[in-house]
């Protein structure tokens, strides 16, 4: 079995087998595959671009073709146990939105996001009076499809304020989980577990 | 397998039914003309029915009887192919209504002991799909690995989820829809009038003389074939390039390619077609809603479907455009079905599910596959 990304193990080893999930931007549906041959899930996969749709519908695994600004809303209300959002959430229009769609779909929801307060991008702005592009984040601000920058406490903000129940959190830095202690400062990525 | 009698190239069977209709009418007996490719295996998990589109045949895979062409989805069908006759056992039949050897206007109304004409009944997509369990019935297998369909074959394609829900396992459903839309009905009316205005076409009963209505028909295949290419399609293909000339003649004479080309298309057409099949076929497809058959909510159609669906359309379709896909696809989603959906890009229009695309090919040999675990 090929390596899942490391925000995706997480999310594949936090999942309750058996489950239907639906992944959100589920690229060539790696982390659908894992979850079916490893889980016994019911996996589904939204996803806009067609190269991964073919590959993904090639192994076997069911996914749409689509855009989760406009799809989404055709899913019927608790139809998953998790909807998924992978390093997706910073390039919709209304990520406060799409958390309400994602928790109207799933029971729970995993999101994952990469973190734009990780001191390496402070210090890049800080420092180099651009915005940042590092490894995490290879992109000039001008083609990049992140659209709305959001950091840890962002998002947690938005959970608070939301009324959303969280669930778990994780941390990586590098491909290495790391701890929440001033995660908003030392996390690349972060995967949050969320409940209504 | 191979030795029974029922399975083969250019099978002939005549049912007794009969077929209750939804016009209310039944049809009895029926004549299907069909063939089946591969070997059923023993436990008979592998059969694929394959439904054909409007003027499509039997032959989806061997020498057409009257053109001499090679099966009309060979790009798709045969040893190695997505569709594979080294693994599946595949049947495709000549639809309900046609004129390759099922019952249809120009078959023998056994009431009369000549040919049905416009006497015979109007059919629905359902009917023909309910004439296709009957075939199924008789050859012994009950339950599908896999429906396929493109454009009309599409139609017939998804009523068999619904109707037959627990004999279908996976379905393919090409450049197609749930419904005919105002346009598509347009056009077909576009077609059926040229038939009507012929006066060859008498009413239909033009058998006995043969002297069929064939600038009627050859009208309306061109009309139709336009439908079924794209605008960049035909500039590509032709632009305003003549044909065989350096000038325009002034006349009207096929002075474009393009011109020339739709003649070619109208008039090979009538050697292969009935054109009163063609009135029968192209009032199914308009009678086509699959949501009004289940109190207008297409959703109600797959409520509790265990079948896995593919969805496949094309950026130029614009005779079945993606947004019909769609709709199928979202009434999929709400009835918590299993569906995969891609729209692929094609310049050439609602044909491209006919030809070469090996995206289409990668799709479906990796959906069937999936299937088979």
């Known amino acids: 079995m090929t390596k899942l990304r490391p ?42 671009d067609p190269v991964n749709v073919a590959s993904a519908v090639a192994k076997g695994l069911s996914v749409v073709q689509g855009d989760a600004g406009s799809d989404l809303a055709t899913y019927p209300d608790d139809s998953f146990d998790y909807a998924i959002l992978s390093q997706t959430l910073q390039t919709t229009h209304r990520p406060d939105i799409m958390l309400e769609q994602l928790l109207r779909i799933g029971k729970q929801a995993f999101v994952s996001f990469p973190n734009f307060a990780h001191w390496r991008v ?23 499809p992140n659209i709305h920058h959001v950091t840890i406490d962002d998002f947690r903000a938005l959970v608070r304020d939301g009324k959303l129940a969280q669930e778990g959190q994780w941390f990586l830095s590098g491909d290495k989980q790391t701890g929440r202690g001033i995660a908003n400062l030392l996390a690349e990525h972060a995967v949050f577990l969320l409940r209504r | 397998m191979s030795e029974d009698a029922r399975f083969g190239l250019d099978k002939h069977v005549r049912l007794l039914g009969p077929l209750p209709l939804d016009s209310g009418a039944s049809l009895a007996p029926m004549e299907f003309a069909y063939e089946t490719y591969g070997e059923l295996n023993a436990s008979k998990t592998n059969a694929i029915l394959i439904c054909h589109a409007l003027t499509g045949d039997q032959y989806v895979a061997s020498t057409h009887p009257i053109t001499g062409k090679a099966g009309w989805w060979e790009r798709m069908v045969g040893p190695g192919k997505p569709i594979d006759t080294e693994r599946h056992f595949i049947i495709c039949a000549n639809v309900l209504g046609s004129c390759l050897g099922s019952s249809g206007p120009a078959t023998i109304n056994p009431a009369t002991d000549e040919p049905w004409g416009m006497d015979f009944p109007v059919l629905t997509i359902a009917d023909m799909v309910r004439a ?24 017939q394609a998804v009523s068999w989820t619904a109707l037959y829900p627990e ?8 450049a197609s829809a749930a419904r005919h839309s105002a346009q598509n009905i347009a056009f077909h ?6 038939i009507m205005a012929d006066p060859r076409w008498r009413s239909g009963a033009y058998y006995a003389d043969d002297d ?11 009309a139709a074939h336009i439908t079924y290419l794209s605008e960049a399609g035909l500039t590509e293909k032709f632009g305003r390039r003549l044909q065989d000339r350096e000038a325009k003649t002034f006349g009207f004479d096929a002075d474009f390619q393009v011109e020339s080309y739709l003649r070619h298309q109208g008039i090979s057409f009538v050697d292969r077609f009935d054109a009163n099949s063609y009135l029968y076929i192209t009032r199914a497809m308009d009678y086509f809603d699959l949501a009004e058959a289940h109190g207008g909510v297409l959703a109600n159609a797959f409520k509790g479907s265990k079948t896995r669906f593919c969805l496949i359309s094309f950026d130029t379709d614009w005779l079945y455009p993606t947004s019909e896909s769609r709709t199928m696809v979202h009434a999929l989603n709400a009835a918590g079905a299993e569906v995969s959906f891609m729209e692929l890009s094609s310049p050439f229009g609602h044909d491209s599910f006919l030809l070469e695309n090996p995206e289409m090919n990668r799709i479906v040999d990796g959906f069937l596959k999936a299937g088979e675990v």
């Open chain 1, 122 to 144: 402070r210090m890049s702005l800080l420092f180099g009076g651009r915005m940042p592009v590092t490894r995490l984040l290879p992109q000039s601000w001008y083609d990049t």
């Open chain 2, 189 to 194: 009316e576009v077609g059926r009038q040229a």
């Open chain 2, 132 to 155: 296709q369990a009957m075939l199924l019935d008789h050859l012994g297998i009950t339950k599908l690995h896999a429906v396929i369909g493109g454009s009309m074959g599409g139609m």
């Open chain 2, 212 to 222: 069929p209505p064939s600038s009627g028909l050859a009208v309306a295949r061109m």
């Open chain 1, 7 to 48: 925000d995706l193990q997480i999310i594949a080893d936090n999942i309750v087998p058996g489950s239907r999930v639906l992944d959100i931007g589920c690229g060539d549906g790696a982390l659908m595959a894992a979850l079916r041959d490893n889980k016994g899930c019911d996996a589904r996969g939204l996803e806009i």
């Open chain 2, 167 to 174: 004999r279908v396992n996976s379905a393919v459903i090409i």
